[in-house]
Every structure is written in C-alpha cells, then in structure tokens.
C-alpha cells in the first residue's frame, strides 16, 4: 500500500526520547550470532525491515532465531561451518548492509547461494564486494555489477591483503566475514577510517583482530564464541532529532543511549561545527561500544566547508545535514560525498530536487552540494509535496524540516522509513513534531 506522512508546519521539540537500535550493530548481531558456537542473546535489536530480513536469511540457512519480542532475540548459532544451504534465493530486501555482508560470509561455504533485493537494492554496485573475494578465490557472479548475486561453493578461499578503493565499512566487513573462512591472514587498508563495528564485535566473540592504523588482519578459522550484545539507539536515527532540535526555536531535547562509536560520531562534529549546542552526557560502555546520552537545543547554525575527512563519519547523515545547511546563515559545501550518489537513491539529486522544490538554493556536484543557508528567515522552506523515492533517510530529512515550514509538507512514498525507522512518526509527535502517516 503506497504510504506517506503529512508534517503540519511549526513545532518544537522536548523532552526525552529513545530512538531503536542501531541498524550496523543489529544486522551484525545476527551474522556473528549465527556463526558462532552457543546461544547469543541480543537487546535493543533495531526491529526494522532491514535488520528482519538478515533474520529472515539466516532462518533459511538453517538458524534458530527466536525473536524479535521488545529488542530482545535470541540466536541459536550453528557453529563456524553450521550454516545449512537452501535452493531459494535469499532475500536481502532493501538492505544493502545485508547483501554485502552476506556476500563475505557466504563466499567461503560449502553450498551454492543466490543473493536478491527489491527494486533499490538491485540497482546497487556489489562489484566492490564481489572483486576483492574474487581474489581470495571466491566464485562470484553479479548481474553486470548489480544483484541478483550468485555464490558458487569453491575448494577453499585464500587470505589476501586488500587496499579499499573506497572508504566503505560494508566492503571491510564482507572481506574480514570471508577472511574467516580463508587460509591465512586477511588485511583490509582503509583509505580513510569507516565504522568499525565488525572488528569489535568479532573480538566480543572472542576473534583475535589485529588493528594497527587503517589496517585491520584477522587469521582465518578462528572460531566465534556465543556473548550478549546490548544494541545501543542508532546515532543516524537520532540524527534527524539532532538537526530537528537544532532547526527549532524553543527546543530542548535529550537522546537517550545513543551508540557514540567515533567512527560513527561525525554528524556531532558537523552540527558543531556549525554553531549547534549538543552535550555529551554520561558516556560509559556498553559491550564493547561507547553509548552517552545526548541532550541538543535550538541554536543559530552558520554554513561551513564540511572536512571531507568527517565524510565517511556521518555518509548516512546527509540527508539531515542539508537541512541544518539550509537553515544556516551562509554558504555550506559539501565535497567528497559521492558515495550518497549509490546508497538507496542517489542522495544528493534526490535531496537537491526537494530542497529547490521548497524554495531553497541547493545546488548539487559530482560529489556533493552547495547550499545557500536562509537562517535569518523565520520560515526557510514553503510547504510542498515532497518524492522520497522510497529512500527512509530522505523521507525523515524532510519531515524535521517541519519546524522552519511555512506550510504542510506530504512526503510521498515513504513505507521504507520502516526499514530503520519503525515507529518514526509517533516518535517525533511525541518529541513535538505533528507527522501523521496516511496511505495516500
Ligand atoms: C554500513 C556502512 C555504510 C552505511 C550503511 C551501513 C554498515 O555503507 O552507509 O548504511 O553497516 O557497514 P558503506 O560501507 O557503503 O559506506
């Protein structure tokens, strides 16, 4: 049924609020969950399409997944070489956090696999994945670079030493998941430092990972021993509560338990940078991820350069980031940012085709945007029926511009929000937005 969400204009936020779990650590939970030998139980899973339709593959390799009830899952893990093949493709949905793991993790079995997703997902590039475990030996066929992936099993993949074209955590973890299965030492290099959750998640599964700058080797065959994973509230959910917050006088607003991981933390540095008022509060360990409390209000933000080196630290967060930059006095540039280009729309067409239709002057690049700030005006955008293209990041991004809108705004297309998201609308009416979903 197609969705949308009607945002009434104005609103302030108060208050405090938990947003779900964090989609990277939810998806992972699972993988390493299965792969190991025991029982592992997950808190705080994100119940989200995306980190489901991970449960729902490994279900159909075999695992006894119990859960989702409240956050909490249960995960029955098969051992290193437990995992059952099935005939049926495996469906990855709209996550491409999912098929890329996967892709790793599948490349050194002993059975056959077909990998497919829904319309975004089979428009995404997997050569990234495919060609780094090709050279470990994989046998791996993609459909001129895009899904359906077919992994075909092959006598036994060799450990290599991999320098990352791009700066992509997805293809880290699927070449580390892949290394596990391989003779030897596998190394990634990473050409700028991207979220790190996989190393530290196989270390609480008690792999032995060797970081030492942008380098991290893993020895293959080391088995995982089953844990608990305390899943903190996803930082690029609260992002758009960041940047709500931020963009709405009067506002007051902690985030509870959000994962402050510093490769996951360059939205904070952005938003500073521009003038907002975020507190770090009561940061302690959770597992083995940092998680605070974070308490944002209104503030004048001003247009910056954004540092390309804090690009790949909040990839996720641009979509709201252009928002703040609209609502900045002066000139933002973003540079460096190509990747928004292939995540589930190209982001930064998307995003600069929604900004203009609301009257801002946002104008896009190879690899980022320009935006002309309007802080000084009271109103920065006028109320408009908005394409998300099915994109959740982009469908939130122009809900919390509510509160500087002049008019209703109706984001069309917008049941993917459910994917990271569930529950977004009532959440941020509760925080003091009014976004109500209707199925027109
Ligand atoms: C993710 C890595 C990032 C991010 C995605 C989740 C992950 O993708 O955009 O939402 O969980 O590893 P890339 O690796 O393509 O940058």
Do not use: W
Request: charged share 20%.
């Amino acid at each position: 049924m197609p969705s949308a969400f009607r945002v009434e204009p104005g609103g302030r936020l108060t208050g405090s609020l938990r947003v779900p779990g964090d989609k990277s650590i939810s998806h992972r939970a699972i993988m390493l969950g299965a792969l190991a030998d025991g029982v592992t139980e997950v808190t705080g899973f994100l119940e989200g399409a995306d980190a489901i339709s991970t449960m729902n593959v490994f279900r159909a390799l075999g695992v006894r997944i119990d859960g989702p009830r409240n956050g909490h899952v249960t995960v029955h893990g098969v051992g290193l070489h437990g995992l059952r093949g099935t005939e049926a493709a495996l469906d990855c949905g709209n996550a491409g956090t999912a098929m890329r793991l996967l892709m790793g993790l599948l490349a050194g079995q002993r059975f056959a696999s077909t990998l497919v997703g829904d319309e975004s997902l089979s428009r995404r590039p997997m050569r990234r994945v495919a060609e780094p475990l090709a050279r470990m030996g994989a046998d791996i066929e993609t459909a001129d670079g895009t899904p359906p992936v077919r992994i075909r099993p092959v006598p036994k993949l060799q450990g290599i030493e991999f320098r990352m074209p791009v700066a992509s955590a997805q293809v880290k973890s699927a070449v580390l998941l892949a290394g596990l299965y391989a003779d030897g030492a596998t190394s990634v290099i990473e050409p700028a430092p991207t979220r790190d959750h996989t190393e530290r998640m196989l270390e609480g599964f008690g792999v032995q990972v060797r970081r030492e700058g942008g380098r991290v080797t893993l020895q293959g065959g080391q088995r995982l021993r089953a844990t608990s994973i305390d899943v903190p509230s996803d930082i690029s959910s609260a992002a758009f509560f960041l940047v709500a917050a931020s963009i709405a006088p009067g506002s007051d607003l902690v985030l509870e338990h959000v994962g402050v991981n510093p490769t996951r933390t360059g939205v904070l540095e952005i938003l500073r940078l521009m003038g907002a008022d975020i507190e770090v509060l009561r940061q302690r360990a959770v597992g083995g991820e940092p998680v605070a409390d974070l308490r944002v209000r209104a503030a004048s933000l001003r247009g910056i350069e954004v540092p390309p080196e804090l690009v790949p630290l909040a990839i996720d967060e641009f979509p709201a980031l252009f928002v703040a930059a609209a609502c900045a006095t002066g000139r933002t540039v973003v540079t460096g940012a190509q990747e928004l280009r292939v995540k589930e729309s190209d982001r930064i067409a998307v995003m600069a085709d929604g900004l203009r239709l609301l009257g801002v002057d946002a104008q896009p690049t190879p690899d980022g945007m320009v935006v002309q700030g309007r802080g000084d005006a009271a109103q920065v955008f006028g109320g408009a029926t908005i394409e998300s293209h099915g994109d959740h990041r982009i469908a939130m991004s122009f809900a919390i511009s509510a509160p500087r809108a002049s008019g209703r705004l109706v984001i069309r297309d917008t049941a993917n929000v459910a994917t990271s998201f569930p529950g977004f609308p009532d959440l941020a009416s509760r925080a003091g937005l009014s976004v109500e979903q209707t199925d027109a």
